[in-house]
């Protein structure tokens, strides 16, 4: 079973800090990372994929990946209370097109 | 453009009774899943289309729930003699091949 695992949380950081949401996975084949956020309530939604070793920055959020030691984490700066939500980590596993969802973290970031 | 849509929004029904839940994806977009999300869990994959076809019916969690798709488009996901354990959100995505995945609303259903 090709799994992808996350801390669950809840991540609590106050408003301003950086926020560390990390993912690690079991199938050295994925070549493929997704994060989506999903706020209470909501369907996820895609903020961020990233394909190859190191980082990729989108405005306040930072992928980072790490196939050597299979994790990849989303960094999200200067954290808003709407960024408060469960984040979730995909990726397709075992030569599959269909991604394996992580449990997803919940964030909550206080004012 | 328009996203991923989903009817009906909310369902209620009784035990035993039938529900057909609807995904229109993307236009263009080849590949569709459905998953199921029950209160405060993760996203439980269901089934996966690729075109019309679907080459994995693994997450349908038993014989009383179906899906097509046709033209390459909408699909239905019929659940057949619902039982109380099948509350919950079901959600379609769609995408491009095996990129990112867009997310419809969700079809919350109650089965009474």
């Known amino acids: 079973q090709k799994e992808v695992e996350q801390n669950s949380g809840p991540l609590s950081v106050p408003e301003g800090a950086i926020a560390s949401l990390n993912c690690t996975y079991s199938d050295r084949g994925s070549q493929s990372f997704f994060w989506y956020r999903q706020y209470s309530g909501k369907s996820p939604e895609l903020i961020m994929f990233?394909?190859?070793?190191g980082d990729k920055e989108d405005g306040r959020f930072t992928a980072q990946l790490n196939k050597a030691s299979q994790y990849v984490s989303l960094l999200i700066r200067d954290s808003q209370p709407s960024d408060s939500a469960t984040y979730l980590c995909?990726?397709?596993?075992?030569?599959?097109?269909?991604?394996?969802f992580g449990r997803g973290t919940s964030l909550i970031v206080h004012p | 453009g328009a996203g991923v849509s989903q009817s009906p929004s909310n369902k209620v029904t009784e035990k035993g009774k039938d529900v057909e839940l609807r995904c229109d994806p993307i236009s263009g977009h080849t590949a569709l899943y459905w998953y199921r999300q029950s209160l405060g869990q993760g996203l439980e994959f269901l089934i996966y289309f690729q075109g019309n076809s679907a080459p994995d019916k693994s997450g349908l969690p038993s014989d009383r729930f179906s899906a097509e798709r046709t033209g390459g488009s909408v699909s239905t996901l019929t659940i057949q003699r619902t039982q109380q354990e099948d509350s919950a959100v079901y959600l379609c995505?769609?995408?491009?091949?095996?990129?990112?995945?867009?997310f419809g609303p969700g079809t919350r259903l109650t089965v009474l």
């Open positions: 995909a990726s397709p596993t075992g030569g599959s097109y269909i991604p394996t």
């Open positions: 990233i394909y190859s070793n």
């Open positions: 995505a769609s995408s491009l091949g095996s990129g990112e995945q867009f």
